[in-house]
């Protein structure tokens, strides 16, 4: 079953122009990473810095591979120093009855 995740998160609007090729870098892995079927990203029209990503992963499992190998050697230090905050997370399994 389709797995979806929202992550929203803030950077700083000082360093913006720093962090999105950085945070690009990051999403280009996690789009070759096995399971991944889709990530968009969205930012709010009157705040740049605000930012949601879509993922989307064939199983909930694939994705917790993901989420250990992210919190281990593939962690995002990197992005660390752009962020306004920490991330927010939410998890929605597709549900084709509606």
Same mark, same amino acid.
């Given at each position: 079953?389709?797995?979806?995740?929202?992550?929203?998160?803030?950077? /700083?609007?000082?360093?913006?122009?720093?962090?999105?090729?950085?945070?690009?870098?990051?999403?280009?892995?996690?789009?070759?990473?096995?399971?991944?079927?889709?990530?968009?990203?969205?930012?709010?029209?009157?705040?740049?810095?605000?930012?949601?990503?879509?993922?989307?992963?064939?199983?909930p499992e694939h994705r917790?591979?993901?989420?250990?190998?992210?919190?281990?050697?593939?962690?995002?230090?990197?992005?660390?120093?752009?962020?306004?905050?920490?991330?927010?997370?939410? /998890?929605?399994?597709?549900?084709?009855?509606i």
């Amino acid at each position: 079953m389709s797995h979806v995740v929202f992550v929203e998160f803030w950077l /700083k609007s000082s360093s913006l122009d720093e962090a999105l090729p950085v945070l690009h870098d990051a999403l280009v892995a996690t789009r070759a990473f096995d399971g991944c079927v889709q990530v968009d990203v969205l930012a709010e029209s009157d705040d740049p810095a605000h930012l949601f990503v879509v993922e989307q992963w064939s199983t909930p499992e694939h994705r917790a591979v993901y989420r250990a190998w992210r919190a281990g050697e593939g962690a995002l230090t990197q992005l660390a120093p752009f962020l306004a905050g920490p991330p927010v997370s939410d /998890k929605y399994a597709h549900n084709p009855a509606i």
